[in-house]
């Protein structure tokens, strides 16, 4: 099974989701790949076939945002993330979270379809063997990060 990521957007740290997301999905379109800001380090994804996911917090009513392909995970404490930082137009315009760790590169990045939701994915939670589905999050903070197949 290949491991796949969902990823929690917030309205509490710059830059705002929707307009990030569409940001993101124009640059793909335009360049082939785009580096999204991510305030978690992400493991065990396997480049061109494991989707990374977004969807927004509480704000946003939880909403499904969108999804791409996962080419690679960079650290922020690298030269190439520090590079990524200095030099993404959205990122100098509008900020990044305060608690940000990295960048993931996605390519083919879609957003989400008018009546699309999470279980559009039909993915299963790792961490519960249950449907990957609003009702199925895991609660508190780990909902920020869920790896599912």
Not at 8 to 17: H, L, R, V
Not at 39 to 63: D, N
């Amino acid at each position: 099974m290949t491991r796949n990521v969902l990823l929690m957007f917030s309205t509490d740290q710059p830059p705002d989701p929707v307009a990030e997301m569409r940001w993101h999905a124009e640059r793909c379109a335009k360049d082939g790949a785009t580096a999204v800001v991510t305030t978690r380090v992400l493991t065990g994804l396997t480049p061109g076939r494991s989707t990374v996911a977004f969807y927004g917090s509480q704000a946003l009513g939880k909403r499904y945002l969108g999804r791409g392909k996962f080419v690679e995970y960079i650290a922020l404490d690298t030269e190439r993330g520090r590079e990524i930082a200095r030099e993404s137009p959205l990122y100098k315009q509008r900020g990044m979270p305060a608690s940000a760790r990295g960048f993931v590169l996605i390519r083919d990045l879609q957003l989400a379809g008018e009546g699309e939701d999470l279980s559009t994915l039909g993915g299963k939670i790792e961490a519960s063997g249950r449907p990957l589905t609003l009702d199925t999050l895991p609660a508190g903070r780990s909902r920020a990060q869920v790896y599912y197949e």
